[in-house]
């Protein structure tokens, strides 16, 4: 009863945000220059954003990356997500001249998320518990080289099979979201460094991805790897590779699921996790993707944590633009 009552409420706060008037527009208009690839640009300049954005006097504009940024705008809010070395400069360089533009975010916040090893450090240094429940990441371990000797780094460091190794860069390409499952000490000499190892959690097929946009919180299902038995164990050896694992078209959402499986995650409890991070990683347009070990209903895992997600937060950004420039619609989450 009270998933499906939370469920409702935000479904209700999504339906009202989308329904939002156009009569309350804002007299200033907030300009939004945004540098995205193009195909980030098609999944996320969805019509409702766009038609949400101009009910609450918020404009997109596209940022010509071969002209020089400040001959551009004057923009409110720079929005981005390009990699690359030169852009980082230019962007750096745009906000020590540009106080007064949010830039959303710091590159300099970004490039942590780019490194695996260093992603979930904050998570496992915040020790978070309380009355809803713990937090942790699962063990891992970073190879940087040298795959003929991960079996013997594994022994010693004590982690237990199955493993899942990931990509060691997290940059957003389609390699960066590969991973594979490892079974046996033989077949980690198969992987491919650099990479990290973390150990397999069971969490009933389910995980949960959080979306974070300013204090806006967004909680959606997916379907994830299958949990792994002792039987399962003994009988598999090798190395499964997975191309992609909770993608969009994965939704659990719809799902008959067993109830301890779908419940989502106590809101208390995420609330107090986006703002210890937000706070940590300085960052404010991000998700993560957490689990929940089988068996338990309070011991929860950070897996993973991605900045500036896919469409299905996308009709929550135009809500903290909003709210940043006191266009407060009535209802909005933040």
Request: proline share 6%; net charge neutral; with cysteine.
């Amino acid at each position: 009863m009270r998933m499906m009552k939370e469920e409702i409420e935000e479904q209700t706060r999504e339906e009202e945000l989308l329904s939002f008037p156009q009569t309350q527009q804002q007299s200033k208009l907030v300009v939004v220059g945004y540098a995205l690839t193009s195909k980030k640009t098609k999944s996320f300049l969805q019509p409702k954003l766009e038609g949400l954005a101009r009910n609450k006097g918020i404009l997109f504009v596209a940022i010509d990356q071969n002209r020089p940024l400040s001959d551009q705008g004057p923009f409110d809010i720079v929005l981005h997500k390009l990699t690359g070395k030169e852009w980082r400069q230019i962007l750096e360089e745009y906000r020590q001249t540009h106080p007064e533009v949010t830039v959303l975010d710091p590159p300099y916040a970004i490039q942590h998320l780019h490194n695996r090893q260093s992603m979930l450090q904050c998570v496992a240094d915040m020790n978070l518990s309380n009355s809803y429940g713990k937090v942790d990441v699962p063990r891992q371990l970073v190879i940087e080289r040298d795959a003929s000797s991960i079996p013997d780094v594994v022994l010693k460091a004590g982690l237990t099979l199955p493993l899942v190794a990931k990509p060691l860069v997290a940059d957003g390409s389609a390699k960066s979201h590969e991973l594979s499952l490892a079974y046996d000490q033989y077949s980690l000499k198969k992987l491919e460094p650099p990479l990290v190892l973390q150990e397999f959690v069971n969490h009933g097929g389910v995980l949960f991805k959080v979306y974070i946009v300013g204090e806006a919180i967004k909680v959606v299902r997916r379907f994830s790897l299958p949990d792994v038995t002792k039987q399962d164990l003994s009988r598999s050896a090798g190395v499964f590779r997975f191309p992609r694992v909770s993608c969009a078209a994965a939704s659990a959402d719809d799902a008959d699921l067993d109830p301890c499986v779908a419940e989502l995650p106590p809101r208390p409890l995420l609330e107090r996790l986006a703002k210890e991070l937000r706070r940590q990683l300085g960052l404010r347009l991000f998700n993560l993707d957490i689990i929940r070990e089988h068996g338990t209903r309070d011991q929860f895992y950070v897996i993973d944590i991605n900045y500036f997600p896919g469409k299905a937060c996308c009709r929550w950004v135009s809500c903290l633009l909003g709210c940043k420039y006191q266009m407060t619609c009535g209802v909005c989450p933040c």
